[in-house]
């Protein structure tokens, strides 16, 4: 195993941190953890976890015995445990995509158990691993805590556009290039100031993707098929069962491990419909299904072998508005009658309908007729901009 931390200078030949150095903008992440415990960060791949953690290596290295690794080539929580009894001796530990371990919960809790290291910090992309793991540790934290990196939203999509010098005043303008590029930073890099299709980007986190559904045992061309039908139906309510017929698959129990695990590794989010008068998710009904960033949703498209909708822009303009509420506000969802939908609800506190067009038009009866302290529309005029007011915030 090369310790190629204790080399000199060897931040300039690492190959993740020469490239956070050529990017045309920089990245700030949430924190440096500088005090004692257990920092467990989450985030899909390609946003810069092993950046960050590489970041955090450079910085504890001077003054501190450090050891870094990737996890990917380990498969047993054993292994792990051998390997952490062997570095007892070092103040800082961190331990790259450690979701790929299985059980590694137990090789870390024995290690906090038994008096080291000092700073551990994990990453994975892997949300319902991670969550799992980090439940059966209580009081193992510290100082530590749980820590969230996704792909950058609209707003520091809009300062990395600024650094790098390729920013509009026209912020119309820079909505669609965010609709057309979304947040993944080496996206928006390779994308640059004409806003080309970041295709590089695309068939990087696309063998990411389908490279770790394929490790955990799934189907690259039944990941396809979903990937494409929830890209034709987004902005649709649909049930599992029209869903999984549409994907080919004989059960909708299929659909719904591969769903999940869509939603674990922060590809997707699932919208549900709401109770007007009491608020509790219908689940019972149909659902909507947003993809948590546009690059998804085009490499989705490009999968289907489709042409982008003429509505593409309302399409994405939905699915945005989703996955910035959904950072924002802990539980929401949508409503619909007779009358018409409500694209996004929190029944007694406020409804947000989502128009793509410079006024608000077609709005439905449900909307109109609908009473709560806080309505909005979010039209090109103000979308992203002003927000609801009320429910509990994340």
């Known amino acids: 195993m090369e310790i190629f931390w204790e080399q000199s200078n060897w931040e300039a030949s690492d190959k993740h941190l020469s490239a956070l150095s050529e990017m045309p903008f920089r990245r700030d992440f949430p924190f440096m953890p500088e005090k004692d415990g257990l920092y467990i960060i989450r985030g ?32 047993h ?33 024995h290690a906090i158990d038994s008096g080291y290291p000092k700073l551990l910090v994990v990453t994975g992309s892997h949300t319902h691993d991670l969550k799992k793991g980090a439940d059966r540790m209580p009081g193992r934290f510290g100082s530590g805590g749980e820590f969230c990196l996704l792909p950058m939203d609209f707003k520091e999509f809009c300062q990395a556009r600024i650094t790098a010098g390729w920013s509009s005043d026209d912020r119309v303008e820079e909505l ?27 068939n990087t986190y696309w063998r990411w993707i389908a490279g770790d559904f394929v490790r955990l045992g799934k189907s690259e061309r039944v990941l396809t098929n979903i990937l494409a039908q929830l890209a034709i139906s ?46 509790a998710y219908r689940t019972r009904k149909n659902r909507k299904f ?38 924002r506000y802990k539980r929401f969802g949508s409503h619909s009658n007779q009358n018409g939908e409500i694209d996004f609800i929190l029944p ?13 038009n077609n709005l439905s009866k449900t909307y109109l007729n609908l009473t709560l302290p806080h309505k909005i529309v979010w039209t090109q005029r103000n979308f992203l901009d002003e927000w609801p007011q009320g429910g509990e915030i994340v």
């Open 44 to 75: 899909p791949r390609q946003v810069g976890k092993t950046c960050w953690l590489k970041t955090i290596l450079s910085h504890h290295t001077p003054q501190h015995k450090c050891f870094y690794l990737s996890c990917e080539e380990l498969t």
């Open 77 to 109: 929580f054993r292994e792990l445990s051998e390997l952490l009894k062997s570095i007892k001796q070092y103040d800082v530990v961190l331990l790259d995509e450690v979701n790929f371990v299985d059980g590694w919960d137990r090789a870390v809790k």
């Open 176 to 202: 669609k290039a965010y609709f057309c590029i979304g947040g993944f930073p080496y996206a928006v890099a390779e994308s640059g100031k004409l806003n080309t299709t970041p295709i590089s980007s695309m």
């Open 234 to 279: 987004m902005q649709s309510s649909i049930s599992y069962n029209n869903l999984a017929k549409k994907s080919g698959l004989g059960s909708h129990n299929t659909l719904i491990d591969y769903l999940d695990l869509l939603e674990s590794c922060f590809a997707l989010r699932t919208l549900h419909a709401v109770d007007i008068n009491t608020g």
């Open 290 to 327: 947003y993809f948590t960033d546009p690059l998804l949703y085009h490499l989705s498209i490009e999968l289907s072998g489709m042409s982008l909708p003429n509505d593409q822009e309302s399409q994405l303009a939905e699915m945005v508005a989703n996955e910035h509420l959904a950072r």
């Open 348 to 360: 007694s506190q406020w409804g947000l309908e989502v128009k793509w067009s410079p006024v608000a």
